[in-house]
């Protein structure tokens, strides 16, 4: 499975973005996908994840409430439309995808296998 990010960019403080995340592979439609982030100086984190349906969906309580998770399996896609971005939202974003076939959604980095390359996105005041 190949990731490839992209969407990133300076954003203004309450402004929004959309961050995309286009997979390579036939079984794409069978992984749980999510969204992590790392800001200078700190570890990665999870963001949102999102079941293989896109039936269900899972958020850090930061975010929730102004971020929502989506896929489209017939383009191999996943999405991260923020909306109310803060500065604290500064950071670079991952997507990752979950191969295991586990039902739960799980937020531990270790539980995701292939990984994008990261696309950054800024914040300013």
């Known amino acids: 499975v190949q990731l490839q990010a992209s969407g990133g960019g300076l954003v203004q403080a309450g402004g929004s973005r959309r961050l995309s995340c286009a997979a390579s592979?036939?079984?794409?439609?069978?992984?749980?996908m999510g969204w992590f982030r790392q800001a200078p100086g700190k570890e990665r984190e999870f963001v949102a994840s999102?079941?293989?349906?896109?039936?269900?969906?899972s958020y850090t309580d930061p975010v929730k409430g102004r971020f929502t998770i989506s896929r489209d399996n017939a383009k191999n896609a996943i999405y991260l439309q923020m909306n109310s971005l803060k500065l604290e939202d500064t950071a670079t974003y991952y997507c990752?995808?979950?191969?295991?076939?586990?039902?739960?959604?799980?937020?531990?980095?270790?539980?995701?296998?292939?990984w994008g390359q990261g696309t950054q996105v800024t914040v300013s005041s």
């Open positions: 592979g036939r079984t794409f439609s069978q992984y749980t």
């Open positions: 990752a995808a979950d191969t295991s076939g586990f039902y739960e959604l799980r937020t531990a980095m270790a539980m995701y296998d292939y």
């Open positions: 999102v079941s293989w349906s896109g039936s269900r969906t």
